[in-house]
């Protein structure tokens, strides 16, 4: 079972900046394309960005490109969220997860796509 953790999230202004982190201590964490999802209050969980077990294809939700990046670091085993420009509407639960994947272009936007998904942080933008 893999367990991700993530981190980072907390109140901020509008037009701030956060980062979050997704860390494992899974040893083959290279192999899983991984993904950050979010949840608001009554809403269902939607896709935010992805990126591939190499870390060259990045996807983003049209909500947030431009304004967030995901990287990833293979050797720490970590994957970030860099948040800039923060929204009222950013406001959410964001969650991390990850699939074990072959495939070197596979970043899925579908939450189904995904086997293990972390307990999720808090991010609030305060306008």
């Known amino acids: 079972q893999v367990q991700l953790v993530e981190s980072g999230g907390g109140l901020v202004q509008a037009g701030g900046s956060l980062t979050l982190s997704c860390a494992t201590s899974?040893?083959?964490?290279?192999?899983?394309?991984v993904g950050w999802f979010r949840q608001a209050p009554g809403k269902e969980r939607e896709f935010v960005a992805a990126?591939?077990?190499?870390?060259?294809?990045?996807r983003y939700a049209d909500s947030v490109k431009d304004r967030f990046t995901i990287s990833r670091d293979n050797a720490k085993s970590t994957v970030s969220l860099q948040m800039n420009g923060l929204k009222a509407e950013d406001t959410a639960t964001y969650y991390c997860?990850?699939?074990?994947?072959?495939?070197?272009?596979?970043?899925?936007?579908?939450?189904?796509?995904?086997?293990?998904w972390g307990q999720g942080t808090q991010v609030t933008i305060s306008s």
């Open positions: 899974e040893r083959t964490f290279s192999t899983y394309a």
């Open positions: 997860a990850a699939v074990r994947t072959s495939g070197k272009l596979r970043a899925p936007p579908e939450k189904d796509e995904y086997d293990y």
């Open positions: 990126i591939n077990w190499p870390g060259d294809r990045l």
